[in-house]
């Protein structure tokens, strides 16, 4: 356990509908990462965020956004889902207090998997 | 385009034996690399990094390998055993890389009994 939940487990809904994933940080720490993985693919680094400020955006849809809150979770929207938008979606945390965080270690919670039907 | 790349889908080990995953990479910025391993239905777990001022890292089992020149990383787990069948996911990055992760597509490694 790496002390990263989210939530839902299972997402299933239309195309053009809206979801929101949540993600709760291991305990102290700071930094909150999303990831997309879809099938037999890497994982595509979506948006950090560290405490509460967006860091760093990756390949992040203007669809979709994301956002930490003053107790440190966070949560992913996606609004006007396509069918290409099926995929795992992880969230990580790391501490984010070392001098290189980018060498910071990401502990991944299980991921949600969302189906657009 | 791929900036990291690991170049086999699968790999069968048998138990006992060593297991030697590769990964390799264009980007010469990339100064940090890691691997984590994946099970099914769980989160990628964090096993083992290397920075570039180094060419190897061991932790028990596992050691990292980097070889700058060619731009390749392996990772050898000796010897391997049933539960490290799993995922195993390469990935690199860089100080100005805006702290992302750059992730290969994984390698399934399946020890066999």
């Known amino acids: 356990d790496s002390g990263v939940t989210q939530t839902p487990k299972h997402l299933i809904t239309a195309t053009g509908q809206r979801v929101t994933l949540r993600c709760s940080p291991r305990?102290?720490?700071?930094?909150v990462y999303w990831y997309q993985q879809s099938l037999d693919q890497g994982l595509q680094f979506l948006i950090q965020y560290y405490n509460g400020e967006e860091r760093a955006k990756g390949n992040i849809l203007e669809r979709f956004s994301a956002q930490q809150f003053p107790d440190l979770h966070s949560e992913l929207n996606l609004s006007s889902l396509e069918l290409g938008d099926s995929a795992l979606y992880f969230c990580?945390?790391?501490?984010?207090?070392?001098?290189?965080?980018?060498?910071?270690?990401?502990?991944f919670g299980p991921g949600t998997r969302l189906t657009v039907l | 385009d791929q900036q990291v790349k690991q170049n086999s889908p699968s790999l069968s080990v048998q138990e006992g034996r060593i297991s030697i995953l590769n990964c390799d990479y264009t980007n010469s910025m990339f100064d940090y690399f890691l691997w984590y391993k994946k099970y099914p239905a769980e989160g990628p777990t964090f096993l083992i990094s290397?920075?570039?001022i180094k060419d190897k890292n061991e932790d028990g089992r596992f050691t990292v390998f980097l070889n700058k020149s060619a731009k390749h990383l392996s990772l050898h787990i000796v010897p391997s055993q049933p539960g490290d069948s799993a995922v195993y996911f390469c990935a690199a990055s860089y100080m100005d890389s805006n702290y992302q992760l750059i992730w290969g597509a994984g390698t399934k490694l399946i020890i066999k009994p």
């Open positions: 290397i920075s570039s």
């Open positions: 305990s102290g720490d700071l930094s």
């Open positions: 990580a945390s790391s501490a984010g207090t070392s001098g290189g965080l980018y060498t910071d270690t990401q502990y």
